[in-house]
């Protein structure tokens, strides 16, 4: 069984910047595939970013490209997210996520294994 553990969210002004982090526990996090989620009150859980067991291989939803950059620490067992440029639309409950096959389609939330308890992120006007 993975752990997963995020930390990192709070509230911040339209404009300002975020670094989640994600801790999990286990021997073989290098071999997953490591996704965030955000879900929005009343919205269903989306994909945001996503990285490959290597780190070599990237993907982030369009509407977070070029604001936002996952990466990972296979020697801390870590995957981060940073943020910057929020908007008040990236207001929602982010989730760190797990896919031990780590070949399964990085997008889809039905793929991961394991999540975390979630980490809010608030973003005023």
């Known amino acids: 069984q993975v752990q997963l553990v995020e930390s990192g969210g709070g509230l911040v002004q339209a404009g300002g910047s975020l670094r989640l982090s994600c801790a999990a526990s286990g021997r073989t996090f290098s071999t997953y595939t490591m996704g965030w989620f955000h879900q929005a009150p009343g919205k269903e859980r989306e994909f945001v970013a996503g990285?490959?067991?290597?780190?070599?291989?990237?993907y982030y939803a369009d509407s977070v490209k070029g604001r936002f950059t996952i990466s990972r620490d296979n020697a801390k067992n870590t995957v981060y997210l940073q943020m910057n440029s929020l908007k008040p639309e990236d207001t929602a409950v982010y989730y760190c996520a797990a896919d031990r096959d780590g070949a399964g389609l990085i997008t889809s939330r039905v793929m991961y294994d394991y999540w975390g308890q979630g980490t809010q992120v608030t973003v005023s006007s």
């Open positions: 990285i490959r067991r290597s780190g070599g291989s990237t």
